[in-house]
């Protein structure tokens, strides 16, 4: 099984994966607009990997049926102001 792998011009380190290639037809229209215009970046032989887009084979693959697609998000970051108040909390 392969699957396409594009990037996002609006959003760093956010990729959507689709079954076919330039197929966007199950990706919702507000999704796609605010992923902006897609950039292949590859195909990704799903069959050869133990993990896709951060994520166990079984897990991205029953999404990928499920939706149609699977968007990957970048992690998220630990807010400084957060950790700065629980550091302050600690040392009191």
């Known amino acids: 099984m ?3 792998a594009y990037k996002s011009i609006k959003k760093v380190d956010t ?3 689709v079954s076919n290639k330039d197929d966007f037809s199950k990706v919702p229209e507000a ?3 605010a992923f902006g215009t897609p950039q292949f970046v590859m195909s990704v032989p ?3 990997r133990e993990h896709i ?3 166990p084979k079984s897990e991205f693959v029953a999404k990928l049926q499920e939706q149609g ?3 990957q998000m970048p992690p998220t970051s630990a807010s400084l ?3 700065h108040l629980q550091q302050q909390s600690q040392q009191q």
């Open 15 to 17: 990729y959507l994966y």
């Open 69 to 71: 697609f699977y968007l």
């Open 81 to 83: 102001l957060k950790m």
């Open 2 to 4: 392969l699957c396409a």
């Open 46 to 48: 799903v069959d050869k």
């Open 31 to 33: 999704l796609l607009k």
């Open 53 to 55: 887009a951060q994520i």
